[in-house]
T-cell receptor, first 109, second 118 residues
Framework: GQNIDQPTEMTATEGAIVQINCTYQ??????LFWYQQHAGEAPTFLSY??LDGLEEKGRFSSFLSRSKGYSYLLLKELQMKDSASYLC??????????WGAGTKLIIKP | EAGVAQSPRYKIIEKRQSVAFWCNPI?????LYWYQQILGQGPKLLIQ????????DSQLPKDRFSAERLKGVDSTLKIQPAKLEDSAVYLC????????????????FGPGTRLTVL
């Protein structure tokens, strides 16, 4: 079967660091995406990992371990505008995106 | 570069009525997706087009939902008749990758249509 798990909600403080985890089981694997979705808006692309390791892009980094079926999104120097849902999505053997339910991140001052 | 356009942004209908959504993808993008996103859940793929052909419609409730992409550009998604459980945001996305393409294939999303069925 195909399954993606991520926490439903997380809370963090402005200026801090937060790590959002994602575990997946898919029939075949062809990369993992992280998208950000503000309330009432469409998802926007954050990162893409296809090989193991850490990809850093400014305040955001994404990590992938294919052998463990695991990824995380790391957000540093949190800002209030980072309050959003973060969606993990993998591509299966047909290169279709399989989406997680998303993690709602709440940033407190 | 203009993004993915969708209309209407909001729609309220009563159950058993019909509704249609329109999507104009990014120019040159061969692949177009329609997703249904229920509040608190991730997007669920309804149908994927490559140009004007259907690649995947396995999760489209075909007894009430239909979609077309004539001429391989704009697309419409129709629900007839609507049910209460169809209340959701309907997202259209496009990409310049092709079905089965092994290369990186980012999807660009439109603003969505929020449908409320009463």
């Amino acid at each position: 079967g195909q399954n993606i798990d991520q926490p439903t909600e997380m809370t963090a403080t402005e200026g801090a660091i937060v790590q959002i985890n994602c575990t997946y089981q898919t029939s075949g694997f062809n990369g993992l995406f992280w998208y950000q979705q503000h309330a009432g808006e469409a998802p926007t692309f954050l990162s893409y990992n296809v090989l193991d390791g850490l990809e850093e892009k400014g305040r955001f980094s994404s990590f992938l371990s294919r052998s463990k079926g695991y990824s995380y999104l790391l957000l540093k120097e949190l800002q209030m505008k980072d309050s959003a849902s973060y969606l993990c999505a993998t591509t299966d053997s047909n290169y279709q995106l399989i989406w997680g339910a998303g993690t709602k991140l709440i940033i407190k001052p | 570069e203009a993004g993915v356009a969708q209309s209407p942004r909001y729609k309220i209908i009563e159950k058993r009525q019909s509704v249609a959504f329109w999507c104009n993808p990014i120019s040159g993008h061969a692949t177009l997706y329609w997703y249904q996103q229920i509040l608190g859940q991730g997007p669920k793929l309804l149908i994927q087009f490559q140009n004007n052909g259907v690649v995947d419609d396995s999760q489209l409730p075909k007894d009430r939902f239909s979609a077309e992409r004539l001429k391989g550009v704009d697309s419409t998604l129709k629900i007839q008749p609507a049910k209460l459980e169809d209340s959701a945001v309907y997202l259209c996305a496009s990409s310049n990758g092709l079905a089965g393409d092994s290369s990186y294939n980012e999807q660009f999303f439109g603003p969505g249509t929020r449908l409320t069925v009463l």
